[in-house]
């Protein structure tokens, strides 16, 4: 399975992004999807998920209000559009697959796939 990321970026303060992740190699509608991100120095940290049929949706605290998860199944890509980006939202970005059940969305350990990463950076 294969996890490819891509969208990461330098932006300003305030500014918006959009990630982006296709899957291959498995049956993508099977799967919850989560991205999180790491900042240097820091554990890997919950940013947001969303359940196989994308009908359920979950955001870290700190991404609530400003951050959009979705998926397009006929695409096998799950996406995540940041706005109103922070300094602190710097980190590179991982999308991460896995199969329900076991964990809830939020925990690193429910996933059975990672992408390579990809930077994000906001400057002020």
């Known amino acids: 399975v294969q996890l490819q990321a891509s969208g990461g970026g330098s932006v300003q303060a305030g500014g918006s992004l959009t990630l982006s992740c296709t899957v291959s190699?498995?049956?993508?509608?099977?799967?919850?999807m989560g991205w999180f991100r790491q900042s240097p120095g820091k554990e890997r940290e919950f940013a947001a998920a969303?359940?196989?049929?994308?009908?359920?949706?979950y955001y870290a605290d700190s991404a609530k209000g400003r951050f959009t998860i979705s998926r397009d199944n006929a695409k096998a890509s799950v996406y995540l559009q940041m706005n109103n980006l922070k300094l602190e939202d710097t980190a590179v970005y991982y999308c991460?697959?896995?199969?329900?059940?076991?964990?809830?969305?939020?925990?690193?350990?429910?996933?059975?796939?990672y992408g390579q990463g990809t930077q994000v950076t906001v400057s002020s």
């Open positions: 190699g498995e049956t993508f509608s099977t799967l919850k």
């Open positions: 969303i359940n196989w049929s994308g009908a359920s949706t």
């Open positions: 991460a697959a896995g199969f329900s059940g076991g964990y809830f969305y939020d925990a690193p350990q429910g996933y059975t796939y």
